[in-house]
């Protein structure tokens, strides 16, 4: 196979992410050391507590194996192989928080940002039936994997290690505008 070329399929999606409570949260409780943070639009320096390091270089070790991070790893037809893929991701990351001793530490952080985004990949995937609206599902899936693995990239610094998905992906590192909600709207606060 000399030679084979990998082509990344570029799809669209409507999906956005919310994370402006996370965003709101960190501002007010960020402390000015530790690790340099890139989070969507915002870059913080967090406390990195002493099993942080442990527990991000776990993290990493049990993500690398996920074949739903890796597009050309995970077929059109294992679409509920991949949800349930998510879910096992999501449990692991809502265990590993429960260890830490700091919500506003930053592995807390970053795994709230992964929550959330898997949170909202779900709901969304809740609202149309995928094996009719395949092409929504399949854009909001690459949606999500850009932002867990820009996550992962950040859990490294964490983890003060490289992560070993990177190396088989190709994905844009840059936080894409697009798929972020990072400020309340009027009406959020009125409600």
């Not at 070329?5 to 501002?27: D, E, G």
């Not at 270089?57 to 077929?75: M, Y």
């Not at 599902?137 to 867990?148: N, P, S, T």
Request: charged share 25%; aromatic share 8%.
């Amino acid at each position: 196979m000399t030679g084979a070329k990998t082509v990344a399929i570029k799809r669209t999606s409507n999906l956005k992410f919310n994370i402006s409570s996370i965003l709101q949260r960190i501002k007010q409780n960020s402390k000015v050391e530790g690790v340099s943070i890139n989070l969507p639009f915002l870059s913080i320096n967090l406390t990195v507590y002493d099993d942080e390091e442990k527990i991000a270089r776990e993290v990493l070790i049990r993500l690398r194996d996920k074949r739903v991070l890796v597009a050309w790893e995970c077929c059109d037809d294992c679409i509920k192989n991949a949800l349930a893929s998510m879910q096992d991701i999501r449990t692991l990351l809502v265990n590993k928080q429960v260890e830490l001793p700091d919500e506003n530490s930053a592995l807390f952080v970053l795994f709230d940002l992964m929550l959330a985004g898997i949170r909202q990949f779900l709901t969304f995937t809740e609202r149309y039936y995928f094996h009719i609206y395949r092409e929504e599902y399949f854009g909001a899936l690459e949606v999500l994997r850009g932002h867990l693995l820009r996550c992962i990239e950040e859990i490294s610094k964490v983890g003060n290690t490289t992560p070993q998905l990177s190396n088989r992906l190709n994905f844009n590192p840059i936080w894409e505008k697009e798929h972020y909600i990072v400020e309340s709207s009027p009406s959020d606060s009125t409600a």
